[in-house]
C-alpha cells in the first residue's frame, strides 16, 4: 500500500522517539501499510540508530529530538514512562504549528499531572497506550501487525485538542488497532489489575521458586511466570508511575488468595472449588471476548 | 512403527484408567510408538469408551476395572488423584502375577500414605507423575506427543519392586520422557511451588479482575492466568491432596510479594528493581534449562 490509496491515512513524516520493540512495531506497521511518506527515529545511540536504517526499520536516524521534531507532522514517544513528559515537554516548543505528538506509556495520570505542573501548553499531546508488547526489547523484534486487533488507549485531557486525538485515532485505526478512550486515572486503574499487577505477581511467582526446583516446572509455570522475564528497569518505572492504583489491585489480589488459602487451611472443598470456578469463570470470559474480536 | 522395532519397550496389553486428555495421550503415544501390542480403555461412560474407540484412542473399552485388569500386563491409572489409591486397591486383587500398575496423578504422598493405611501388598504399585498436561480435557485433546521431552517423575517406596519401578521407567521413556525417581514427600514439595501454587495464584489473579476489566486485559493477563482455566473438580482434589505443601508454598509466596508490594510503599526502586531481577533471573534460568533440553 502507498499513502495514495488512504490519503485519510497518509501522514507525511513520522517521528518515532525510542526505537525499540514497541517504536520499531509501530515504524514497520506505519512503513508496511504506507501510512506516513517518512519515518525517522529519534535515540541517543548513533550506532543502533543507523542499524535501524540498514534493517528498514526507519528511514532516517536522529541524535537531536528538537531537530527532529521541527520536520515531523507526528511524533510517537516510545521511551520508558517515566522519561515522556519530559521529552514532550522538549519537543513541543520545537514542532510545526500543525503537528501532533502522543506516546506508547503504559502510564497515563502521571505524565498529564507533570505537564500541567510544569504549565505546558499540551493541547497538541494525545496521551496514549497501544495494548501490545513482548517480554524480548530491541528493534530486532519488531513486528508489524503487533497492533492488529490490539486495544488502543488514548486518554485526552480537557486541555487536548479534539482534532489531534482524531489524527491519532486514524494513525492507529490504520495499524489496525481498536481505538477507545477514557481519563487517565480510569486507565491507570483498570491497567493496574490487568497488567501492572500481574507483572508483580508472575515476578513474585518466579523469585519465589528455588533455583534447583526448575527441572519440576512445567507449562504450568511456563505461562504464570513469562511475563517475568520483562526489564526490570521498565518495570520499575512503571510501578514508580502507577504506584497508587498498583497497590490497590495488589491489595485486593492479597484479599482474594487469602480466601483461596484460608478455604484450604479448613479443608472446605465447596468453598475452594467455587473459587476455582470464580476464577475460571473470568478467564474463560476474557478468552470468549477474545475470539469474537478475533473473528470480526 | 509396531513392537518389533523395539521389543525392550514391548509390553503386551496396556490398560488406561480414566480415558481423558492424559489417559488418551498416553494411550496415542504407546500406539505410535508401537510400545504395547493392544491398549484398553477404563472408564465409567460406555459411549464415551466407544467414541475413543472409533477416534482410533483405544483399542476396546471397559466399565468393569476388575475384568480389565485381569488381562492387562500394565495398567495406568488416569482419573482425578483423590480416586487414584481406591483404585489400585480395587485393581491389584485382580491383576496378573506379572503385571505392573502406575499411575498419573499430580500428588504422590497422600495415595502412598492411603494404600499403607489400608495395609496394601503394593510392591507392584510404581506411583508416578508426568509433567505434562493442558488446561483442556478430554481426550478429544489427546496428544501422542505430550510426554516428548516432559520430565516423569516416579516415587517408588520402600515397598515398591526394582523390577516394576524399571518396567515403568522403561515405558515412559519410551514415550519420550525423561524418567527421575525422587521420595513421594519431595515430590510433592517441589510440586506445591511449581505446579499447585502457580494454578492457585493465577486462579486468584483472574477472580480479583472484574469482568468489566477485561476488555484491556492482553498477553499479559493472557498468559499469566492460562491455567486458570483448568477443571476446578480436579484441581479440588490436587489442592486437598497436598494440601500442607501448597499452603507452605503459599506462605514463601506471600512474603516474596509482599516485599515487592513494601518496596513500591516505599518508592524503594533500587529494592524493586532488584526484585524484579530475581524474578526474571529465576525465569529466564528456567526457559535456558528448557532450550538446553529440548536441543538435545
New interface residues.
Given amino acids: 500500500m502507498n499513502p495514495v490509496d488512504h490519503p485519510q491515512n497518509a501522514i507525511g513524516c513520522l517521528a518515532i522517539c525510542g526505537v525499540g520493540l514497541i517504536g520499531g512495531s509501530i515504524a514497520r506497521a506505519a512503513r508496511s501499510r504506507g501510512v506516513a511518506s517518512e519515518v525517522i527515529g529519534i535515540g541517543k545511540n548513533k550506532g543502533r540508530l543507523q542499524k535501524a536504517v540498514e534493517q528498514g526499520v526507519i528511514d532516517r536516524g536522529f541524535t537531536d529530538p528538537e531537530g527532529a521534531a521541527a520536520q515531523a507532522d507526528l511524533i510517537v514517544i516510545c521511551t520508558p514512562v517515566d522519561l515522556i513528559a519530559s521529552q514532550v515537554a522538549c519537543m513541543l516548543p520545537h514542532m510545526r504549528e500543525t503537528a501532533t505528538i502522543t506516546d506508547a506509556g503504559s502510564v497515563k495520570g502521571e505524565i498529564v499531572r507533570e505537564l500541567s505542573a510544569q504549565q505546558i501548553e499540551a493541547s497538541r499531546y494525545v496521551p496514549g497506550h497501544p ?4 517480554d524480548k526489547t530491541g528493534f530486532e523484534y519488531a513486528d508489524p501487525d503487533l497492533f492488529e486487533k ?2 488502543i ?1 488514548l486518554t485526552p485531557t480537557a486541555e487536548t485538542a479534539d482534532a489531534h486525538t482524531q489524527r491519532v485515532r486514524t494513525f492507529w485505526q490504520a495499524l489496525g488497532g481498536n481505538v ?1 478512550t477514557m481519563p487517565p486515572e480510569e ?1 491507570d486503574a ?2 493496574a ?3 501492572h ?15 534447583d ?21 521498565l ?2 518505572s512503571i ?2 508511575q502507577n ?1 497508587k492504583a ?2 490497590a ?2 491489595r ?3 484479599d ?2 487469602s ?3 484460608s478455604a ?2 479448613q ?1 472446605d ?1 465447596a468453598e ?9 469463570c ?6 470468549e ?2 475470539l469474537r474480536q478475533e473473528s470480526q
Same sequence: chains 1, 2.
Avoid: C, N
Avoid at 495494548?131 to 513482548?134: D, F, R, T, V
Avoid at 526446583?213 to 528497569?233: H, N, Y
Fill in positions: 495494548l501490545a508488547g513482548s490490539a486495544a488507549v477507545l486507565h483498570v491497567l489489575m490487568t497488567s499487577l500481574p507483572h508483580l505477581v508472575a515476578a513474585a511467582l518466579a523469585a519465589a521458586v528455588q533455583e526446583q526448575l527441572s519440576l516446572a512445567s507449562s504450568g509455570f511456563r505461562d504464570s511466570t513469562r511475563i517475568a522475564g520483562g526489564d526490570p528497569e518495570w520499575t510501578f514508580r504506584a498498583t497497590l489491585a495488589a485486593q489480589f492479597q482474594k488468595l480466601q483461596f488459602i484450604i487451611e479443608s472443598d475452594l472449588k467455587a473459587l476455582l470456578a470464580e476464577g475460571k473470568r478467564r474463560d470470559a476474557w478468552r471476548q477474545r
